[in-house]
């Protein structure tokens, strides 16, 4: 009896072993995603800090921020149009929505997190998440593209910032950004 139950052992294993190496290995599915293809979007994104309709809001500082020239320490919130031309009435593209914060004790310099939420267009539904550095009076600012959602599924790429308008007494700007994204033709 016990000798019949080793065997049987065996042959369950073996069975077992069988099975699951006949099975398709769903883990090890190869994801088809196209071929990799480069767009450049162009857009005009609209920061107001005062006015009719404000655009975004201080939600953090420190208590030393009031003294320092740099606002060091301050954390706004935004959720502002994007446009496609520079005029506050252009076509809406999407929303550039997340948060800056003052990083610098030198110079009026910000870090960027930021989902750009595409609402017209090929790109309606996705986003690009931007996370960076942005030295706002540098005539230029890169920031790197670190992925996206949707359409943009593994997306990479870098975004080039370049102000348009910029009113010193309120700080309302429009920036022109020239983003270009690495990305699939048919993503998962
Ligand atoms: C503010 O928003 C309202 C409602 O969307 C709009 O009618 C108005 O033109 C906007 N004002 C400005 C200054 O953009
Ligand atoms: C956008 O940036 C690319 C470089 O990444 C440049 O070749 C192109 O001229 C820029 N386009 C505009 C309209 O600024």
Redesign the pocket.
Known sequence: MIELNRHFGAFAVVVTIIFFALQPTEWATKLKVGKEKVS?L?FYFHDTVVGQNVTVVEAASAASTKNSPTFFGTVMVMDDPLTEGPEPTSKLSGRAQGLYAMISQQDIQLLMAVTYVFQSGEFKGSTLSVVGHNAVFNEVREMPIVGGSGKFRFARGYA?AQTYSFDLTTDNAVVHY?V?VLHYSSPP
């Open positions: 450049n162009q080039l020239n270009t």
